[in-house]
């Protein structure tokens, strides 16, 4: 069975930080590109940022220099580093993981970024 499990969220004052882990299992983690979205309240889900199977990386315009995604493949899992965190970064945070004509996701982790 194939489990993504997300953690790490939290409150964040505006200008802080979080890290978020998402955890695979059931899945040859190593084959698989991984990403991570967010949905706001009232909001479609939209991209964040991605890593593939080789390391490469993208982003979302914007999150660029504030976010950084990486993975552990010894681990089985995939962070993302949020730095510089504004109000509106404030939604479910979502992992992803994809190779082929599969693609999974996980439960989602609340991140609220307040004063």
């Known amino acids: 069975q194939v489990q993504l499990v997300e953690s790490g969220g939290g409150l964040v004052q505006p200008g802080g930080s979080l890290r978020l882990s998402c955890a695979a299992s059931?899945?040859?983690?190593?084959?698989?590109?991984m990403g991570w979205y967010r949905q706001a309240p009232g909001k479609q889900r939209e991209f964040v940022a991605r890593i593939t199977n080789g390391g490469s990386t993208d982003s979302a315009n914007s999150v660029k220099g504030r976010f950084t995604i990486s993975r552990d493949n010894a681990k089985n899992t995939v962070y993302l580093q949020m730095n510089s965190l504004k109000p509106e970064d404030t939604a479910v945070y979502y992992c992803?993981?994809?190779?082929?004509?599969?693609?999974?996701w996980g439960q989602g982790t609340q991140v609220t970024v307040s004063s």
């Open positions: 992803h993981a994809i190779t082929g004509p599969y693609n999974y």
């Open positions: 059931g899945i040859i983690f190593s084959i698989y590109n």
